[in-house]
């Protein structure tokens, strides 16, 4: 699984929408492959797009690949 975490600060006035926005935008990825494939539709860049209006700073993103461990 792949999993893209990031900090952003959210404009006073803007909390809820920016929490809004982001909360529909969390997934999983099956692989790179597919996140790839997800950053290339035009939703995601529309997501960034509006953030921008949205945040004072970011750090930008990571991006993990994490594994399940059986039990």
């Given amino acids: 699984m792949i ?13 809820d929408a920016m929490l809004k926005l982001s909360r529909e935008h969390v997934e999983r990825w099956r692989d790179e492959a597919a996140l790839r494939a997800h950053f ?6 529309a997501f960034v797009k509006a953030l921008r209006d949205l945040i004072v700073e ?3 993103t990571q991006i993990w690949k994490a594994e399940s461990i059986e039990r």
């Fill in 3 to 15: 999993i893209v975490t990031g900090t952003i600060l959210a404009k006073p006035d803007t909390f």
């Fill in 40 to 45: 290339a539709v035009p939703a995601s860049r």
């Fill in 58 to 60: 970011t750090s930008g």
